[in-house]
């Protein structure tokens, strides 16, 4: 698979080369590296630092990887440090049996999230495992991003009754002392999967800063990038780095919906066209309301800026469950900016600081890709150097067809 990957990298790398008029240059030190953790292909690049430094950022997405793994549980080599190590899995198997006494980042990372669902109003919450556990086991499945039968979305309803008193963070018992976690609640399922890669690219950011780092960009799997300062950027270069936001409708022109500028910031995304079934032809995603166990259908897409990546991959979660009015009133108190692709295709931004261009506003300008980054997209520009990321979404619309209609072929 990963040969036929970079087979399918290389060939779009031609053709977009050939597309594209990279009028970037190559920065005198580029330093790449490409890792797989969380289900998730991440890409480092640091234009400052050595070789140890991207050790030591592999080193802390795998622990990451590990600790928070909600399907896993520990099975490495004694050679590993964290061989044996308590995960997720560990805390749910004892669920209503014992505690468990776990890693300090584990256990620093449980308290955060039950803190994140404290600021969210109860619309992030990691004890809610057993509904998404129901709704991936219908994504993933033969239907994804097809029809369900309706037998299966009324097993999906009834199953989803059987959990709705089992999602109270308050039932999660945390003892500071001997650092061990307790749920006490034996149905409650802990599933960290929406923080905890957000969470682990805050913790590299950390890890930059300390060695004095500043020219870097982590692509977290396209939905999470975090950036410092370009290496072109200076008093007499205006150059931020590009992030293009793309158009799950294809509404908008090269399927970006708008280019975000930023310096020193973590850019967020979530979206319900990655991952998806239909029935009756409504689309459910893998978003989940907390509080009905419902995806919503008020946005397709919705980003979020600001300073810690942790906090962000958490509330573009919380969010997405809102409505706008209260969705608005959380990223202002959180002092956090959004932008919000609504279901009807038009954007609302809420506090937005940053430089942000939409594609309608960019119709008449230059088709001009150099040096821009996709969330939740195709396309990464590093340097002058190409990359691509095949878009999941691209893949399966062609495949099965997409239950949206695309605008450019209407």
Partial sequence: MKKIMGLLCL???????????????????????????????????????????LDAIDDIYRIYGHLADNYTAPDLSSSDPLYHEPNIVSINQARGLSPVVVDQRLYDLIKLSVTYYNQSLGYFNPAVGNAIDIWKSAIYSEYMFDELPESVFQQIELDLQDISDDVDPADIVFNDTDRSVYITNSNLKLDLGAVAKGYATQKAKDYLVSKNITKYMINAGRSNIIVGVHPDDSETNNRPFRVGLEDPLRLYQNGISGILEVRNKAVVTSGN??????????????????????????????????????????????????PLQ?????????????????????????????????????????????????ILGGVVVVGGALIVAISFYEKHKKQKGDVREDKDEA
């Fill in 273 to 322: 066209y990655e991952q998806f079934v239909t029935y009756k032809s409504k689309v459910y995603h893998h978003i989940i309301s907390p509080f009905d166990f419902e995806p919503k259908q008020y946005y397709h897409v919705v980003t979020i800026i600001g300073n810690d990546s942790g906090q962000l991959d958490a509330m573009s979660t919380a969010l997405f469950s809102m």
């Fill in 11 to 53: 060939l779009g790398t031609v053709i977009l080369y050939n597309q594209i008029n990279l009028k970037a240059t190559e920065p005198t030190l580029l330093l790449q590296r490409e890792l797989s953790y969380m289900s998730t292909e991440i890409l480092v690049t640091l234009y400052q630092g050595t070789e140890a430094d």
């Fill in 326 to 374: 209260e969705a608005t009133a959380l990223v202002q108190s959180l002092n956090i900016e959004a932008i919000f692709y609504m279901y009807d295709g038009s954007i609302e931004t809420v506090n937005l600081t940053q430089n942000f261009r939409q594609s309608a506003i960019l119709a008449d300008e230059p088709n001009d890709l150099t040096n821009l980054y996709m």
